[in-house]
């Protein structure tokens, strides 16, 4: 009897592309997008270095987002909560979940961010690091536009932020 044996994925880091999305050397590192993986899930390595802001409050309606935290110290907020998290650490947002993240003044962080479904989240983080490589940054607005065109509603004015 034989039995159907589907192919497995294998991306070697050194064949993943890494942009640098901010002007701080933040970079995120692309290494299962969606497509790549069947589309079940997407999952990209972060690096944010201290006393950085990270991402500000924001919601996605069409996929999850959750945070693992592999080195460091990462603030998340949800809601209008902020927790610290750290190593081994996860935090799920749901789906129109509000949420955001930085560092602190005494810690970088590195960690995975886990999207489910796998939404084409490289092409914003493509975004991003066009804008930090402009000489003029970009308005908020210029930045929230961009934003919406890949299901990210940023929140300028949340009260938790």
Known sequence: M?????????????ATERA?????????RFAAPGDAVGGGFGLFESWIPPDS???????????TESFYVL?????????????????????????HGVHAFRTGPGSD????????????????????AGFAGRDEPPSPAEVDAFART????????HPGF
């Open 53 to 63: 802001p990270g991402a500000l409050p924001h919601y996605h309606t069409g996929f």
């Open 109 to 128: 962080a590195r960690f995975l961010i886990l999207f489910v479904p796998g939404a084409p989240r490289e092409r914003y983080f493509r975004g991003l």
């Open 20 to 28: 640098v999305t901010a002007r701080s050397g933040s970079w995120t």
């Open 71 to 95: 080195d460091g110290a990462l603030r998340i907020m949800t809601g209008d909560t902020w927790t610290e998290a750290g190593p081994g650490d996860l935090v799920h947002v749901p789906a």
């Open 2 to 14: 034989s039995f159907p044996e589907p192919g497995a994925v294998w991306r070697p880091a050194s």
């Open 150 to 157: 890949c299901d990210q509603v940023n929140l300028r004015d």
